[in-house]
């Protein structure tokens, strides 16, 4: 009876413990998780697709439990209906949450990105978003009449921080030029130990500035564990107890200015995920996994 009383305290233990850690979102105080959780191919592709939905807001809301609150979607997503899965997802949770979105490129005329993010606001079920994105570079739009589209919504309480997404420095300078009444907090961009590019410039630049680097696909879409890092992954797993996974998304957070936005819609993908936080290996094994 002993021995099921301590399992059944020990699963409790494990199902409710939080390890999050957290960082400073650019230069703006405002704490966010260093794991959150992604949305990319939840509610659909470039389609709507409603076959996932329950297992897809269970997962979200699993995620939020563990602290992973930092939530990023897209008006593109599932043709809308990733938002729609996340408001359903935070439904009574919008305090513990920080909901990021993103305009999508075709959307950044002054006009249309005032209409893209009433959308998004109608289809998250929210009065404000936290972070507004800038999907992707639009040379055709000038980026000082988005920007101004952006400061509009952030005079009219719409949206409460600016970011942009797959910007390169000279892109973000430009946007940072836009800016008047508000800073850029943050750059989405590709980044894991398979896309490892923006160490050139990107994650110098973003670190001087105080810029978020928001890295997306951190596990290389799934494939991190099976890549050329598969013997090492699996090694250093076993040393520290972990997963490779945990190991391929703690070498991204380790490093300055640095959060994950996994997506994982299988609940043990949501748990294994927020167990990347909250221990680090040692130098060594930094270097030795940043030097492949
Ligand atoms: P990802 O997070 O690197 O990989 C997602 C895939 O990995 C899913 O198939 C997921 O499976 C699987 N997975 C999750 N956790 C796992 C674990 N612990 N072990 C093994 N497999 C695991 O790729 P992503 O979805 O491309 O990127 C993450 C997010 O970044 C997106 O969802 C989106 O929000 C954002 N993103 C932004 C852009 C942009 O242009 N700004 C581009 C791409 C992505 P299950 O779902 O079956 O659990």
Same mark, same amino acid.
């Given at each position: !009876?002993?021995?099921?009383? !301590? ?10 413990? $939080? ?5 400073e979102?650019? $230069?703006? $105080? ?6 959150? *959780?992604? @949305?990319?191919? +939840?509610?659909g ?11 897809e ?5 699993r995620?939020?439990? !563990?602290? +992973? #609150? ?18 359903k ?13 993103k ?16 959308g998004?606001l ?8 936290? !972070?507004? *994105? ?8 000038? &980026?000082?009449? #988005? +920007? ?5 919504? &952030? ?7 600016v ?18 009444? @508000?800073?850029?907090?943050s750059? *989405? ?17 973003? *670190?001087?500035?105080?810029? @978020?680097? &928001?890295?997306?696909?951190?596990l ?22 972990? #997963? ?6 703690n ?5 300055d200015?640095?959060i994950a ?6 609940i ?12 680090? +290996? ?11």
């Open positions: !009876l002993i021995n099921v009383a !301590l399992y059944i305290k020990l699963n409790f233990i494990l199902k409710f413990s $939080k390890n999050m850690e957290f960082k979102l650019g $230069k703006t $105080k405002e704490k966010v998780a260093v794991i959150g *959780q992604g @949305t990319w191919r +939840m509610g592709g470039f389609e709507k697709d409603e076959s996932r939905d329950e297992d807001v269970k997962a979200l809301r995620g939020i439990e !563990l602290e +992973m #609150t930092f939530i990023d979607t897209a008006e593109i997503y599932g043709s809308g209906h990733a938002e729609e899965i996340v408001g997802a935070i439904k009574g949770l919008r305090d513990k949450v920080f909901i990021a979105t305009v999508s490129s075709e959307h950044l005329r002054y006009d249309d990105v005032i209409k893209a993010a009433e998004s109608r289809r998250l079920n929210i009065s404000t978003i936290d !972070l507004y *994105q800038i999907h992707w570079p639009n040379p055709r739009i000038p &980026i000082k009449e #988005t +920007m101004s589209a952006m400061e509009h919504l &952030i005079k009219k309480g719409k949206i409460r921080y970011g942009v997404s797959n910007f390169s420095v000279k892109e973000m300078k430009e946007a940072i030029e836009a800016l008047s009444v @508000t800073e850029l907090v750059n *989405q961009v590709r980044y894991s130990l398979l896309a490892r590019d923006i160490e050139n410039d990107i994650l110098p630049f973003c *670190q001087k500035e105080r810029i @978020t680097v &928001i890295a997306y696909s951190p290389a879409k799934g494939a991190i564990a099976s890549s050329i890092y598969f013997n090492l992954l699996n090694k250093l797993a076993k040393k520290y107890d972990k #997963t490779p996974a945990q190991i391929a998304l070498w991204l957070i380790e490093k200015c640095v936005i996994p997506k994982a819609s299988r043990e993908h949501v748990e294994e995920n927020a167990k990347a936080v909250g221990w680090r +290996m040692s130098k060594e094994d930094y270097n030795l996994l940043s030097s492949i």
